[in-house]
Protein backbone atom coordinates (compact mmCIF):
# COMPACT_ATOMS: atom_id res chain seq x y z
CA UNK A 1 0.00 0.00 0.00
CA UNK A 2 3.06 2.17 0.75
CA UNK A 3 4.41 1.93 -2.35
CA UNK A 4 0.96 2.26 -4.09
CA UNK A 5 1.36 5.95 -2.59
CA UNK A 6 5.12 6.43 -3.86
CA UNK A 7 4.24 5.50 -7.50
CA UNK A 8 1.27 7.16 -7.22
CA UNK A 9 2.85 10.64 -5.91
CA UNK A 10 5.56 10.09 -9.05
CA UNK A 11 8.57 9.82 -6.55
CA UNK A 12 11.94 7.84 -8.04
CA UNK A 13 12.99 5.21 -6.08
CA UNK A 14 16.49 7.03 -3.96
CA UNK A 15 18.75 4.25 -6.02
CA UNK A 16 17.94 6.03 -9.05
CA UNK A 17 18.25 9.28 -7.64
CA UNK A 18 21.57 8.89 -6.55
CA UNK A 19 22.26 7.22 -9.83
CA UNK A 20 22.18 10.03 -11.08
CA UNK A 21 23.45 12.34 -8.90
CA UNK A 22 26.81 10.28 -9.52
CA UNK A 23 26.54 10.40 -13.93
CA UNK A 24 25.82 13.80 -13.32
CA UNK A 25 28.78 14.78 -11.46
CA UNK A 26 30.67 12.46 -14.13
CA UNK A 27 29.83 13.87 -16.50
CA UNK A 28 30.59 17.45 -14.78
CA UNK A 29 34.17 16.04 -14.14
CA UNK A 30 34.40 14.95 -18.20
CA UNK A 31 33.75 18.03 -19.07
CA UNK A 32 35.97 19.71 -17.15
CA UNK A 33 38.43 17.45 -18.51
CA UNK A 34 37.92 18.51 -21.39
CA UNK A 35 38.17 21.99 -20.78
CA UNK A 36 41.30 21.68 -19.45
CA UNK A 37 43.15 19.74 -22.23
CA UNK A 38 41.48 22.58 -24.44
CA UNK A 39 43.15 24.93 -22.00
CA UNK A 40 46.37 23.20 -21.98
CA UNK A 41 46.55 22.99 -25.99
CA UNK A 42 45.41 26.23 -26.13
CA UNK A 43 48.14 27.31 -24.16
CA UNK A 44 50.58 25.14 -25.71
CA UNK A 45 49.74 26.80 -28.80
CA UNK A 46 49.70 30.06 -27.54
CA UNK A 47 53.26 29.55 -26.09
CA UNK A 48 55.01 28.22 -30.03
CA UNK A 49 53.12 31.05 -31.11
CA UNK A 50 54.96 33.45 -28.68
CA UNK A 51 58.24 31.72 -29.81
CA UNK A 52 57.87 32.70 -33.19
CA UNK A 53 57.56 35.89 -32.39
CA UNK A 54 60.30 36.02 -30.51
CA UNK A 55 58.85 36.44 -26.81
CA UNK A 56 58.87 33.57 -25.06
CA UNK A 57 57.54 33.36 -21.17
CA UNK A 58 54.86 32.85 -19.06
CA UNK A 59 52.08 32.77 -20.83
CA UNK A 60 49.71 34.44 -18.29
CA UNK A 61 51.56 37.36 -17.97
CA UNK A 62 52.38 37.65 -21.53
CA UNK A 63 48.78 37.57 -22.59
CA UNK A 64 48.01 40.30 -19.67
CA UNK A 65 50.47 42.89 -21.80
CA UNK A 66 49.23 42.20 -24.98
CA UNK A 67 45.79 42.72 -23.93
CA UNK A 68 46.94 46.00 -22.70
CA UNK A 69 48.51 47.24 -25.43
CA UNK A 70 45.99 46.46 -27.65
CA UNK A 71 43.83 48.81 -25.24
CA UNK A 72 46.35 51.65 -25.28
CA UNK A 73 48.20 51.20 -28.43
CA UNK A 74 46.35 54.22 -29.86
CA UNK A 75 47.97 56.61 -27.16
CA UNK A 76 51.07 56.55 -29.12
CA UNK A 77 51.99 59.93 -30.92
CA UNK A 78 54.45 61.01 -33.72
CA UNK A 79 58.27 62.21 -33.12
CA UNK A 80 58.13 66.22 -33.51
CA UNK A 81 61.58 67.68 -35.18
CA UNK A 82 62.89 69.60 -32.59
CA UNK A 83 65.92 71.02 -34.76
CA UNK A 84 64.67 74.79 -34.66
CA UNK A 85 63.20 74.68 -30.43
CA UNK A 86 66.07 72.09 -29.21
CA UNK A 87 65.21 71.88 -25.13
CA UNK A 88 68.24 73.00 -23.16
CA UNK A 89 67.72 69.38 -21.51
CA UNK A 90 66.34 66.62 -23.50
CA UNK A 91 65.68 63.30 -22.30
CA UNK A 92 65.05 60.42 -24.59
CA UNK A 93 64.38 56.61 -23.68
CA UNK A 94 65.29 53.42 -25.87
CA UNK A 95 64.03 49.97 -25.78
CA UNK A 96 65.65 47.40 -26.98
CA UNK A 97 64.46 43.89 -28.76
CA UNK A 98 64.44 40.98 -26.73
CA UNK A 99 67.69 39.45 -26.66
CA UNK A 100 68.88 35.72 -27.43
CA UNK A 101 69.78 35.28 -23.85
CA UNK A 102 66.37 36.35 -22.66
CA UNK A 103 64.81 34.01 -24.91
CA UNK A 104 66.71 31.04 -23.62
CA UNK A 105 65.90 32.40 -20.11
CA UNK A 106 62.10 32.51 -21.23
CA UNK A 107 62.13 36.23 -20.29
CA UNK A 108 58.95 37.99 -21.46
CA UNK A 109 58.78 41.56 -22.90
CA UNK A 110 57.49 43.89 -19.91
CA UNK A 111 57.99 47.03 -21.21
CA UNK A 112 55.82 49.50 -23.85
CA UNK A 113 57.15 52.83 -25.17
CA UNK A 114 54.23 54.31 -26.68
CA UNK A 115 55.83 58.00 -27.61
CA UNK A 116 56.06 60.24 -25.04
CA UNK A 117 55.69 57.69 -22.71
CA UNK A 118 57.68 54.63 -21.13
CA UNK A 119 55.51 52.13 -19.33
CA UNK A 120 56.61 49.40 -17.24
CA UNK A 121 54.58 45.88 -16.54
CA UNK A 122 55.76 44.00 -13.40
CA UNK A 123 54.80 40.50 -13.23
CA UNK A 124 53.08 40.30 -9.61
CA UNK A 125 51.08 37.35 -7.58
CA UNK A 126 48.35 38.30 -5.76
CA UNK A 127 47.70 37.42 -2.28
CA UNK A 128 46.44 33.88 -2.97
CA UNK A 129 49.75 33.49 -4.52
CA UNK A 130 47.99 31.94 -8.06
CA UNK A 131 46.06 34.74 -9.35
CA UNK A 132 48.26 36.95 -11.47
CA UNK A 133 48.30 40.53 -12.23
CA UNK A 134 50.19 43.27 -13.84
CA UNK A 135 51.75 46.60 -12.20
CA UNK A 136 51.68 49.11 -14.19
CA UNK A 137 54.20 52.14 -14.07
CA UNK A 138 54.65 54.65 -16.43
CA UNK A 139 57.29 58.02 -16.89
CA UNK A 140 56.93 60.74 -19.48
CA UNK A 141 60.37 62.17 -21.87
CA UNK A 142 60.83 64.03 -24.45
CA UNK A 143 60.76 61.11 -26.89
CA UNK A 144 60.72 57.60 -26.76
CA UNK A 145 61.44 54.98 -29.13
CA UNK A 146 60.46 51.10 -29.02
CA UNK A 147 62.45 48.27 -30.18
CA UNK A 148 61.65 48.56 -34.14
CA UNK A 149 63.32 52.50 -33.78
CA UNK A 150 66.86 52.29 -35.64
CA UNK A 151 69.81 54.02 -34.27
CA UNK A 152 69.39 56.60 -36.35
CA UNK A 153 65.86 57.49 -35.36
CA UNK A 154 67.64 58.27 -31.83
CA UNK A 155 70.23 60.71 -33.05
CA UNK A 156 67.86 62.34 -35.45
CA UNK A 157 65.55 63.81 -32.54
CA UNK A 158 68.57 63.55 -29.97
CA UNK A 159 71.62 65.04 -31.08
CA UNK A 160 71.14 66.23 -34.80
CA UNK A 161 70.35 69.35 -33.69
CA UNK A 162 73.18 69.46 -31.34
CA UNK A 163 75.84 69.58 -34.36
CA UNK A 164 73.99 72.77 -36.00
CA UNK A 165 74.26 74.49 -32.58
CA UNK A 166 77.81 73.51 -31.73
CA UNK A 167 79.28 74.65 -35.17
CA UNK A 168 77.05 77.93 -34.78
CA UNK A 169 80.79 78.85 -33.73
CA UNK A 170 79.49 80.77 -30.39
CA UNK A 171 81.22 78.66 -28.45
CA UNK A 172 78.34 76.28 -27.65
CA UNK A 173 78.86 73.59 -24.91
CA UNK A 174 76.72 70.04 -25.97
CA UNK A 175 77.04 66.81 -24.44
CA UNK A 176 75.53 63.51 -24.74
CA UNK A 177 74.81 60.67 -22.02
CA UNK A 178 74.49 57.48 -22.80
CA UNK A 179 73.02 55.82 -19.16
CA UNK A 180 71.77 52.26 -18.87
CA UNK A 181 72.16 48.67 -17.28
CA UNK A 182 74.76 46.59 -18.72
CA UNK A 183 73.15 44.50 -21.40
CA UNK A 184 70.67 47.36 -22.17
CA UNK A 185 71.99 48.52 -25.88
CA UNK A 186 73.87 51.91 -24.11
CA UNK A 187 77.65 51.36 -25.57
CA UNK A 188 75.60 49.97 -29.01
CA UNK A 189 73.43 53.18 -29.19
CA UNK A 190 76.22 55.43 -28.63
CA UNK A 191 78.70 53.57 -31.11
CA UNK A 192 75.89 54.35 -33.50
CA UNK A 193 75.74 57.99 -32.65
CA UNK A 194 79.32 58.53 -32.96
CA UNK A 195 79.75 57.28 -36.41
CA UNK A 196 76.59 59.43 -37.50
CA UNK A 197 77.96 62.61 -35.98
CA UNK A 198 81.60 62.28 -37.94
CA UNK A 199 79.31 61.79 -41.15
CA UNK A 200 77.28 64.83 -40.13
CA UNK A 201 79.42 67.14 -38.40
CA UNK A 202 82.19 67.23 -41.19
CA UNK A 203 79.29 67.57 -43.43
CA UNK A 204 78.17 70.77 -42.29
CA UNK A 205 81.45 72.46 -42.20
CA UNK A 206 82.03 71.60 -45.86
CA UNK A 207 78.75 73.62 -46.66
CA UNK A 208 77.40 70.46 -47.85
CA UNK A 209 74.18 70.68 -45.21
CA UNK A 210 73.80 74.42 -45.20
CA UNK A 211 76.85 75.32 -42.58
CA UNK A 212 78.71 77.92 -43.07
CA UNK A 213 76.40 81.03 -43.09
CA UNK A 214 77.19 83.95 -41.28
CA UNK A 215 79.46 83.77 -38.13
CA UNK A 216 79.27 79.32 -38.22
CA UNK A 217 82.52 77.18 -38.41
CA UNK A 218 83.83 75.96 -41.62
CA UNK A 219 86.44 73.76 -42.73
CA UNK A 220 88.93 76.85 -43.79
CA UNK A 221 89.04 78.76 -40.66
CA UNK A 222 88.24 75.66 -37.72
CA UNK A 223 90.16 72.47 -36.78
CA UNK A 224 88.39 69.44 -35.97
CA UNK A 225 90.55 67.57 -32.50
CA UNK A 226 89.34 64.70 -30.97
CA UNK A 227 90.31 63.83 -27.44
CA UNK A 228 89.15 60.10 -25.88
CA UNK A 229 89.87 59.14 -22.32
CA UNK A 230 87.78 56.89 -19.60
CA UNK A 231 87.15 57.24 -15.86
CA UNK A 232 88.14 54.29 -14.11
CA UNK A 233 88.56 53.24 -10.50
CA UNK A 234 89.33 57.30 -9.63
CA UNK A 235 91.58 57.48 -12.72
CA UNK A 236 91.64 59.18 -15.66
CA UNK A 237 93.73 57.20 -18.18
CA UNK A 238 94.03 58.25 -21.97
CA UNK A 239 92.65 55.54 -25.03
CA UNK A 240 94.43 57.77 -27.87
CA UNK A 241 97.99 57.22 -25.95
CA UNK A 242 98.25 53.69 -24.68
CA UNK A 243 96.02 54.04 -21.78
CA UNK A 244 98.18 56.83 -19.92
CA UNK A 245 97.73 57.89 -16.50
CA UNK A 246 96.34 61.65 -16.10
CA UNK A 247 96.33 64.33 -13.77
CA UNK A 248 93.04 66.31 -13.51
CA UNK A 249 94.49 69.92 -12.60
CA UNK A 250 92.95 72.94 -11.48
CA UNK A 251 94.37 76.88 -12.77
CA UNK A 252 94.39 80.10 -10.79
CA UNK A 253 91.21 81.31 -12.93
CA UNK A 254 89.20 77.68 -11.84
CA UNK A 255 89.58 76.36 -15.17
CA UNK A 256 89.71 72.49 -15.23
CA UNK A 257 92.53 70.74 -17.45
CA UNK A 258 93.71 67.28 -17.72
CA UNK A 259 97.10 67.36 -17.87
CA UNK A 260 99.11 65.21 -20.36
CA UNK A 261 95.55 64.21 -22.37
CA UNK A 262 96.35 64.31 -26.34
CA UNK A 263 94.44 66.01 -28.94
CA UNK A 264 94.38 64.58 -32.29
CA UNK A 265 92.87 66.54 -35.57
CA UNK A 266 90.70 64.46 -37.45
CA UNK A 267 90.23 66.25 -41.34
CA UNK A 268 87.60 63.95 -42.45
CA UNK A 269 85.78 60.99 -41.49
CA UNK A 270 87.87 58.81 -41.83
CA UNK A 271 90.42 60.01 -39.62
CA UNK A 272 87.72 60.73 -37.18
CA UNK A 273 86.22 57.04 -37.62
CA UNK A 274 90.18 55.79 -37.12
CA UNK A 275 89.96 57.14 -33.60
CA UNK A 276 87.04 56.32 -32.16
CA UNK A 277 88.03 52.67 -33.40
CA UNK A 278 91.14 53.25 -31.53
CA UNK A 279 89.37 54.53 -28.47
CA UNK A 280 87.03 51.87 -28.45
CA UNK A 281 88.87 49.16 -28.64
CA UNK A 282 91.28 50.20 -25.78
CA UNK A 283 88.24 50.76 -22.98
CA UNK A 284 87.99 48.60 -19.59
CA UNK A 285 85.29 45.83 -19.96
CA UNK A 286 84.58 43.01 -17.96
CA UNK A 287 82.30 39.95 -19.06
CA UNK A 288 79.26 39.28 -16.57
CA UNK A 289 75.99 37.58 -17.19
CA UNK A 290 74.24 40.06 -19.05
CA UNK A 291 77.32 41.03 -21.45
CA UNK A 292 80.66 39.66 -22.29
CA UNK A 293 82.17 42.98 -22.59
CA UNK A 294 80.31 45.20 -19.63
CA UNK A 295 80.99 48.60 -19.90
CA UNK A 296 83.37 49.31 -16.09
CA UNK A 297 84.75 53.24 -16.68
CA UNK A 298 82.83 56.18 -18.02
CA UNK A 299 84.13 56.88 -21.61
CA UNK A 300 84.25 60.26 -22.84
CA UNK A 301 85.09 61.17 -26.44
CA UNK A 302 84.99 65.18 -26.72
CA UNK A 303 85.32 66.73 -30.08
CA UNK A 304 86.38 70.38 -29.96
CA UNK A 305 85.87 72.94 -33.68
CA UNK A 306 89.05 75.43 -32.92
CA UNK A 307 90.07 78.39 -34.42
CA UNK A 308 92.70 77.68 -36.77
CA UNK A 309 94.43 81.24 -36.57
CA UNK A 310 93.95 81.80 -32.50
CA UNK A 311 93.25 78.22 -31.30
CA UNK A 312 90.36 79.46 -29.64
CA UNK A 313 87.92 76.77 -28.84
CA UNK A 314 84.71 77.50 -30.76
CA UNK A 315 82.72 74.87 -29.47
CA UNK A 316 82.39 71.15 -27.79
CA UNK A 317 80.47 67.96 -28.29
CA UNK A 318 81.30 65.64 -25.99
CA UNK A 319 79.70 61.96 -26.21
CA UNK A 320 79.97 60.15 -22.84
CA UNK A 321 79.54 56.56 -22.82
CA UNK A 322 78.61 55.58 -18.76
CA UNK A 323 79.46 52.55 -17.11
CA UNK A 324 76.48 50.42 -16.51
CA UNK A 325 74.29 51.65 -13.74
CA UNK A 326 73.89 48.37 -11.94
CA UNK A 327 77.43 48.42 -11.02
CA UNK A 328 76.63 51.57 -8.94
CA UNK A 329 74.92 49.23 -6.71
CA UNK A 330 76.96 46.63 -5.71
CA UNK A 331 78.44 46.62 -1.90
CA UNK A 332 78.67 43.00 -0.94
CA UNK A 333 81.26 42.30 -4.06
CA UNK A 334 84.35 39.60 -1.61
CA UNK A 335 86.97 42.12 -3.97
CA UNK A 336 87.48 45.30 -3.08
CA UNK A 337 88.26 46.45 -6.19
CA UNK A 338 84.59 45.56 -7.41
CA UNK A 339 83.26 47.68 -4.20
CA UNK A 340 85.30 50.82 -4.57
CA UNK A 341 84.61 50.63 -8.16
CA UNK A 342 81.06 50.61 -7.57
CA UNK A 343 80.98 53.18 -5.18
CA UNK A 344 82.85 55.82 -7.69
CA UNK A 345 80.09 55.08 -10.21
CA UNK A 346 77.57 55.66 -7.51
CA UNK A 347 78.71 59.14 -6.66
CA UNK A 348 78.98 59.84 -10.33
CA UNK A 349 76.19 58.78 -11.19
CA UNK A 350 74.43 60.51 -8.25
CA UNK A 351 76.74 63.78 -9.17
CA UNK A 352 75.77 64.13 -12.50
CA UNK A 353 71.82 63.96 -11.87
CA UNK A 354 72.00 66.84 -9.50
CA UNK A 355 74.47 68.52 -12.10
CA UNK A 356 71.92 68.40 -15.38
CA UNK A 357 69.07 69.50 -12.89
CA UNK A 358 70.98 72.41 -11.42
CA UNK A 359 71.33 73.37 -15.48
CA UNK A 360 67.21 73.49 -16.18
CA UNK A 361 66.60 74.70 -12.59
CA UNK A 362 65.73 77.91 -14.20
CA UNK A 363 68.04 79.76 -11.17
CA UNK A 364 70.82 80.95 -13.05
CA UNK A 365 74.00 80.69 -11.00
CA UNK A 366 71.99 81.43 -7.90
CA UNK A 367 71.64 77.66 -7.51
CA UNK A 368 74.96 76.17 -6.92
CA UNK A 369 76.38 72.73 -9.34
CA UNK A 370 77.73 70.27 -7.79
CA UNK A 371 80.55 69.39 -9.83
CA UNK A 372 83.29 68.78 -7.60
CA UNK A 373 81.25 65.55 -5.82
CA UNK A 374 83.11 63.47 -8.91
CA UNK A 375 85.90 63.76 -11.48
CA UNK A 376 83.12 63.18 -14.38
CA UNK A 377 80.88 66.00 -13.15
CA UNK A 378 84.38 68.01 -12.86
CA UNK A 379 85.79 67.68 -15.67
CA UNK A 380 82.32 68.20 -17.55
CA UNK A 381 82.48 71.43 -15.65
CA UNK A 382 81.73 73.92 -18.84
CA UNK A 383 78.78 71.55 -19.84
CA UNK A 384 76.85 72.54 -16.86
CA UNK A 385 78.10 76.36 -15.77
CA UNK A 386 78.29 77.56 -19.60
CA UNK A 387 75.44 79.61 -20.53
CA UNK A 388 75.73 78.62 -23.95
CA UNK A 389 75.01 74.41 -22.95
CA UNK A 390 72.88 72.04 -24.11
CA UNK A 391 72.36 67.98 -22.69
CA UNK A 392 70.59 65.27 -23.97
CA UNK A 393 70.23 61.71 -21.86
CA UNK A 394 69.53 59.00 -23.54
CA UNK A 395 68.65 56.31 -21.11
CA UNK A 396 68.39 52.92 -22.44
CA UNK A 397 66.71 49.97 -21.00
CA UNK A 398 66.23 46.55 -21.22
CA UNK A 399 62.51 45.07 -21.95
CA UNK A 400 63.23 41.41 -19.73
CA UNK A 401 60.35 41.22 -17.06
CA UNK A 402 63.73 39.93 -14.91
CA UNK A 403 65.08 43.39 -15.32
CA UNK A 404 62.15 45.38 -14.16
CA UNK A 405 63.64 46.87 -11.36
CA UNK A 406 66.79 47.98 -13.47
CA UNK A 407 64.49 49.13 -15.87
CA UNK A 408 62.62 51.37 -13.16
CA UNK A 409 65.51 53.04 -11.67
CA UNK A 410 66.53 53.40 -15.11
CA UNK A 411 63.61 55.59 -15.77
CA UNK A 412 63.26 57.33 -12.57
CA UNK A 413 67.16 58.58 -12.86
CA UNK A 414 65.66 59.89 -16.26
CA UNK A 415 62.70 61.40 -14.24
CA UNK A 416 64.08 63.12 -11.82
CA UNK A 417 66.85 64.52 -13.89
CA UNK A 418 64.16 66.52 -16.07
CA UNK A 419 61.81 67.57 -12.74
CA UNK A 420 61.50 71.37 -13.78
CA UNK A 421 61.24 72.63 -10.03
CA UNK A 422 64.08 71.91 -8.20
CA UNK A 423 64.50 72.36 -4.32
CA UNK A 424 67.08 74.49 -2.03
CA UNK A 425 68.75 71.38 -1.14
CA UNK A 426 68.00 70.32 2.70
CA UNK A 427 71.09 71.15 5.17
CA UNK A 428 72.55 73.54 3.28
CA UNK A 429 72.83 76.90 3.58
CA UNK A 430 74.76 78.61 0.91
CA UNK A 431 75.25 82.03 2.60
CA UNK A 432 77.12 80.35 5.80
CA UNK A 433 78.88 77.75 2.51
CA UNK A 434 82.78 77.73 2.74
CA UNK A 435 83.78 79.50 -0.80
CA UNK A 436 85.70 77.80 -3.02
CA UNK A 437 88.10 80.15 -4.52
CA UNK A 438 87.10 79.29 -8.15
CA UNK A 439 83.61 78.60 -7.30
CA UNK A 440 82.17 81.49 -9.01
CA UNK A 441 84.31 81.70 -11.62
CA UNK A 442 83.06 81.26 -15.71
CA UNK A 443 85.31 79.28 -18.09
CA UNK A 444 86.35 80.65 -21.19
CA UNK A 445 87.90 77.16 -22.12
CA UNK A 446 87.63 73.72 -22.30
CA UNK A 447 88.16 71.16 -18.79
CA UNK A 448 90.57 69.13 -21.74
CA UNK A 449 94.60 70.53 -21.82
CA UNK A 450 94.65 73.64 -24.19
CA UNK A 451 97.09 74.53 -27.33
CA UNK A 452 100.75 73.17 -26.26
CA UNK A 453 101.74 77.52 -26.53
CA UNK A 454 98.95 78.30 -23.83
CA UNK A 455 99.72 75.39 -21.56
CA UNK A 456 103.10 76.62 -21.45
CA UNK A 457 102.15 80.21 -20.26
CA UNK A 458 99.99 78.28 -17.46
CA UNK A 459 102.12 76.29 -16.10
CA UNK A 460 102.94 77.70 -13.04
CA UNK A 461 99.49 78.77 -11.58
CA UNK A 462 98.24 75.24 -12.74
CA UNK A 463 97.71 73.31 -9.22
CA UNK A 464 96.10 70.12 -8.56
CA UNK A 465 92.51 69.64 -7.59
CA UNK A 466 91.92 70.27 -3.90
CA UNK A 467 90.07 67.15 -1.76
CA UNK A 468 88.29 70.03 0.35
CA UNK A 469 86.17 71.13 -2.29
CA UNK A 470 85.35 68.11 -3.52
CA UNK A 471 84.24 67.28 -0.19
CA UNK A 472 82.17 70.30 -0.27
CA UNK A 473 80.10 68.99 -3.36
CA UNK A 474 79.94 65.63 -1.42
CA UNK A 475 78.23 67.66 1.26
CA UNK A 476 75.51 69.30 -1.30
CA UNK A 477 75.11 65.55 -2.80
CA UNK A 478 74.37 63.68 0.03
CA UNK A 479 72.37 66.50 1.71
CA UNK A 480 70.17 66.23 -1.70
CA UNK A 481 70.34 62.03 -0.90
CA UNK A 482 68.82 62.39 2.35
CA UNK A 483 66.15 64.93 0.94
CA UNK A 484 64.65 62.26 -0.95
CA UNK A 485 65.16 59.35 1.27
CA UNK A 486 63.31 61.07 3.95
CA UNK A 487 60.16 61.95 1.70
CA UNK A 488 60.69 58.24 0.64
CA UNK A 489 60.59 56.93 4.41
CA UNK A 490 64.23 55.65 4.34
CA UNK A 491 66.16 55.96 7.65
CA UNK A 492 69.02 58.90 8.20
CA UNK A 493 71.75 56.33 9.15
CA UNK A 494 71.40 54.82 5.54
CA UNK A 495 72.54 57.77 4.23
CA UNK A 496 75.20 58.84 6.84
CA UNK A 497 76.78 55.49 6.03
CA UNK A 498 76.50 55.84 2.24
CA UNK A 499 77.57 59.69 2.66
CA UNK A 500 80.84 58.22 4.48
CA UNK A 501 81.51 55.09 2.17
CA UNK A 502 81.45 57.91 -0.48
CA UNK A 503 83.93 59.95 1.27
CA UNK A 504 86.26 56.95 2.08
CA UNK A 505 86.48 55.55 -1.04
CA UNK A 506 87.47 59.38 -2.80
CA UNK A 507 89.62 59.30 -0.02
CA UNK A 508 91.49 55.60 -0.68
CA UNK A 509 91.76 56.31 -4.50
CA UNK A 510 93.46 59.56 -3.54
CA UNK A 511 95.84 57.97 -1.42
CA UNK A 512 96.48 54.60 -3.67
CA UNK A 513 97.81 57.57 -6.12
CA UNK A 514 99.90 59.44 -3.51
CA UNK A 515 101.50 55.77 -2.61
CA UNK A 516 101.87 54.98 -5.85
CA UNK A 517 103.69 58.34 -7.09
CA UNK A 518 105.44 58.40 -3.76
CA UNK A 519 106.99 54.75 -4.09
CA UNK A 520 107.86 55.38 -7.23
CA UNK A 521 109.74 58.28 -6.63
CA UNK A 522 111.73 56.69 -3.82
CA UNK A 523 112.63 53.48 -5.96
CA UNK A 524 113.93 56.53 -8.61
CA UNK A 525 115.76 58.14 -5.54
CA UNK A 526 117.03 55.01 -4.19
CA UNK A 527 118.79 53.93 -7.52
CA UNK A 528 120.62 57.71 -7.17
CA UNK A 529 121.78 56.71 -4.07
CA UNK A 530 123.00 53.05 -4.81
CA UNK A 531 125.43 54.22 -7.55
CA UNK A 532 126.44 57.33 -5.40
CA UNK A 533 127.19 54.36 -3.14
CA UNK A 534 128.85 52.68 -5.48
CA UNK A 535 131.00 56.32 -6.70
CA UNK A 536 131.91 55.82 -2.85
CA UNK A 537 133.11 52.90 -2.10
CA UNK A 538 135.11 53.11 -5.62
CA UNK A 539 136.59 55.89 -3.89
CA UNK A 540 138.31 54.55 -1.10
CA UNK A 541 138.78 50.21 -2.37
CA UNK A 542 139.19 50.99 -6.18
CA UNK A 543 142.39 50.29 -8.00
CA UNK A 544 145.52 52.59 -7.40
CA UNK A 545 143.80 54.20 -4.30
CA UNK A 546 146.50 55.04 -1.82
CA UNK A 547 145.25 58.19 -0.23
CA UNK A 548 141.83 58.70 0.82
CA UNK A 549 139.59 60.41 3.83
CA UNK A 550 137.69 57.51 5.49
CA UNK A 551 136.75 60.66 7.87
CA UNK A 552 134.82 61.89 4.80
CA UNK A 553 133.30 58.55 3.39
CA UNK A 554 131.98 57.77 6.83
CA UNK A 555 130.12 61.13 7.01
CA UNK A 556 128.82 60.85 3.48
CA UNK A 557 127.55 57.08 3.79
CA UNK A 558 125.73 58.36 7.02
CA UNK A 559 123.92 61.11 4.86
CA UNK A 560 122.97 58.36 2.63
CA UNK A 561 121.49 55.80 5.16
CA UNK A 562 119.85 58.95 7.05
CA UNK A 563 117.27 59.68 3.64
CA UNK A 564 117.34 56.15 3.44
CA UNK A 565 116.03 55.86 6.51
CA UNK A 566 113.66 59.43 6.07
CA UNK A 567 112.03 57.51 2.95
CA UNK A 568 111.37 54.37 4.52
CA UNK A 569 109.58 56.06 7.41
CA UNK A 570 107.23 58.10 5.23
CA UNK A 571 106.53 55.42 2.93
CA UNK A 572 106.13 53.45 5.80
CA UNK A 573 103.43 56.01 7.44
CA UNK A 574 101.74 56.52 3.81
CA UNK A 575 101.27 52.81 3.84
CA UNK A 576 100.01 53.07 7.16
CA UNK A 577 97.26 55.21 6.33
CA UNK A 578 96.54 53.73 3.55
CA UNK A 579 95.82 50.41 5.18
CA UNK A 580 93.21 52.12 7.64
CA UNK A 581 91.25 54.12 4.58
CA UNK A 582 91.10 50.33 3.71
CA UNK A 583 89.51 48.71 6.73
CA UNK A 584 87.77 51.48 7.08
CA UNK A 585 86.06 50.80 3.29
CA UNK A 586 85.62 47.52 4.22
CA UNK A 587 83.71 47.97 7.64
CA UNK A 588 81.47 50.41 5.73
CA UNK A 589 80.71 48.13 2.70
CA UNK A 590 79.73 46.03 5.20
CA UNK A 591 77.54 48.12 7.09
CA UNK A 592 75.97 49.55 4.48
CA UNK A 593 73.38 47.06 2.78
CA UNK A 594 73.10 49.04 -1.13
CA UNK A 595 74.24 51.75 -2.42
CA UNK A 596 71.06 54.09 -3.11
CA UNK A 597 69.22 53.91 -6.95
CA UNK A 598 70.07 57.62 -7.50
Not at 128 to 134: F, N, T, V
Not at 179 to 190: A, E, L, P
Amino acid sequence: MGSNRRASSGMAPAKDQTRRRIERMEAEREERRRAMQDRRAERAAEEERNIAAGNPGDVDFIGLVRKWREEHGGAARPHESSAGDHPKICICVRKRPVSDKERKKRDHDSVTCLHPTVWVHSAKLRVDGISKYLDHASFRFDHSFDEASTTEDIYFHSTRPLIDFVCSGKGGRATVFAYGQTGSGKTYTMGGIQSMVAEDLFEILSGRHGGGAGNSCTLEDTAVTVTFFEIYGGRIQDLLNERKRLKLLEDGKGEVVISGLEEFEANGPDQFFTLLDAGNGKRTTHATEANDTSSRSHAICQILLRDKATSRLRGKLSLVDLAGSERGTDTKSHNRQRRTESSEINTSLLALKECIRALDSGRGCARHVPYRASKLTLILKDCFTSKLARTTMIATVSPGATSADHTLNTLRYADRIKEKKVRDLPGTDQSHKRQSPHKNSQPNESSISPPRSQVRKSRRSVTQVGHEDSLDDLDVLHASLKGNNSQEGSSGNETDDVAQLHRTVQTLFEEEEDLLNLHMSIIQENAELLTEEGRLLQSVQGDNIVDYDIDQYASRLGNILDKKTHMIKNLQEKLSSFRSQLRKEEELSKRVASLPEY
